[in-house]
């Protein structure tokens, strides 16, 4: 495929499924944007300077890859305005699948010319995301564990926030 693709989501925090993704996106396209999704609604663990500058160097290797701010905009509208002919989407499971089908349909709505992609990881990755990640925070062993589901910069970072969490708790 060429042209340009949006990649969004929260990245609160980015794991190593969102870094197949971003891999597997920068081949696919000219162009991948890995956009950061601000939802007003949603309480996020990490700032958005944060899960940006975690972006900026896991996408270090990639040329062709560039980091956003969606702010408060629609996907479909955010795609538009910068070029965008697609929107790269991961599906881990049927949930995910029932979910993306219907955020694919409103993107349609808003924006007909936009092609949703989507791609399924590994079966390793299958179960991953920033929400799991987080809960793996603070039993006893929880370091090597939570090592193999997140990138080293997102580690790093997450041992002081987990150290964080542990002395707010007054262990």
């Known amino acids: 495929m060429s042209g340009t693709a949006v990649y969004a989501g929260s990245f609160d925090p980015p794991t190593n499924g969102h870094v197949w993704m971003i891999e597997r996106g920068a081949k696919l396209f000219g162009k991948l944007i890995v956009a950061v ?3 007003p609604e949603k309480a ?7 899960r940006l500058g975690w972006l900026e160097e896991i996408c270090r290797p990639y040329k062709n890859v560039e980091i956003a701010d ?3 905009r629609f996907l479909a509208r ?5 070029g965008a002919g697609h929107i790269l989407r991961g599906i881990r499971d049927e949930e995910d699948y ?3 089908r219907g955020m694919r349909y409103i993107n349609s709505d808003l924006n007909p010319e936009l092609e949703t992609v989507f791609m399924m990881p ?28 997140v ?5 790093d970072d997450m041992l002081v926030w987990g150290e964080s ?3 707010e708790s007054g262990e």
Not at 78 to 82: H, R
């Open 98 to 100: 029932r979910y993306e």
């Open 165 to 167: 969490l542990r002395l």
């Open 44 to 50: 996020y663990t990490f700032s958005l300077e944060q």
């Open 151 to 155: 990138p080293g910069c997102v580690y």
């Open 122 to 149: 590994a079966r390793a990755l299958g179960q991953v995301s920033s929400s799991f990640v987080k809960t793996m925070v603070g039993p006893e062993g929880w370091r090597p564990v939570l090592k193999g589901y």
């Open 70 to 72: 969606i702010k408060n």
């Open 37 to 39: 999704a601000q939802n």
């Open 78 to 82: 955010y795609a538009s305005d910068v």
